[in-house]
């Protein structure tokens, strides 16, 4: 492995979490708790990021569905374009500031020039799906 990574080693410490974009939240919600065989932990209306989540935890990290709060937001453009499936990637890293101006120095296209809040307390910021391979890419500073 190259040691030239734009996240230095022991940047990013985890996987946070899967997004999945879902037409119907509720429906979803249902069908993973069914599948996986366990209740959500959380729930949360997200009105900066235009969506809702249900999140169900998994190993210290999470399943995100994510349904739209109106066609004109990320996910509900994404839900036209694409229909339901995996939205993006969130990586959980100690500082998220630190981590957005590395990627930055590395030349990786950002969507977010600065940090902000998400849910749970969390402080978010994301990356442009095309400096990874077509997925877009969220970094997560769990609260303190
Ligand atoms: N993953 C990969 N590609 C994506 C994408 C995604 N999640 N969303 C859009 N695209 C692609 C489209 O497929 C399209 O590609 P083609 O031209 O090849 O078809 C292209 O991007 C443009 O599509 P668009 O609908 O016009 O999308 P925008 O450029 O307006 O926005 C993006 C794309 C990633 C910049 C925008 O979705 C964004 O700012 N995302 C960050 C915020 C976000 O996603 N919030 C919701 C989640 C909140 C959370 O996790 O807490
Ligand atoms: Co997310």
Redesign the pocket.
Known sequence: MSDQGALPPGLATAID?V?I?VADLDAAADEYRRALGTEPVHRER?ES???E?VLFEVGGSYV?L?GALGPD???G??L???GEGV??V?YRVDDVSAALEALRSAGVRL??ELPRP??RGTT?A?A??SGFR???V?LVQEPR
């Open positions: 979490h997004g974009a997200v990021q235009g969506v989540e995100q994510l937001t990320a996910v453009k994404f036209a374009r694409r939205h993006h969130a969507v977010d998400g849910s978010i994301f442009h799906p077509g997925v877009l969220e």
